[in-house]
């Protein structure tokens, strides 16, 4: 069996904040997010937009570079964006 490979992402949200997270599927992880499902921390901070998404492999390799990508500066995380 093959392992379904890992993406980190980023949204942003009301008040220009970004969240972070990882899935194997970036659109239904999104679509739950916009449906209020998942992270308190999107709740009622709509609208939500898909700004971020990268394929990092397995699920160890997602949750270390998830926890890198959470401890950057806001202008990191910006320059991440425009870079992709």
Same mark, same amino acid.
């Given at each position: 069996?093959?392992?379904? $490979?890992?993406?980190?992402?980023?949204? =942003?949200?009301?008040?220009?904040?970004?969240?972070?997270?990882?899935?194997?599927?970036?659109? =239904? =992880?999104?679509?739950?997010?916009? $449906?209020?499902?998942?992270?308190?921390?999107?709740?009622?901070? #709509?609208?939500?937009?898909?700004?971020?998404?990268?394929?990092?492999?397995?699920?160890?390799? #997602?949750?270390?570079?998830?926890?890198?990508?959470?401890?950057?500066?806001? #202008?990191?995380?910006?320059?991440?964006?425009? #870079?992709?």
């Amino acid at each position: 069996m093959t392992d379904k $490979a890992w993406y980190l992402y980023m949204i =942003r949200c009301k008040g220009n904040k970004l969240y972070t997270g990882i899935t194997t599927d970036v659109q =239904r =992880r999104f679509s739950e997010h916009q $449906a209020g499902k998942g992270a308190k921390f999107l709740r009622g901070k #709509a609208p939500l937009e898909l700004v971020y998404q990268t394929k990092v492999g397995s699920h160890s390799d #997602a949750l270390k570079y998830e926890h890198q990508t959470k401890k950057l500066s806001k #202008a990191e995380k910006e320059a991440l964006i425009l #870079a992709d």
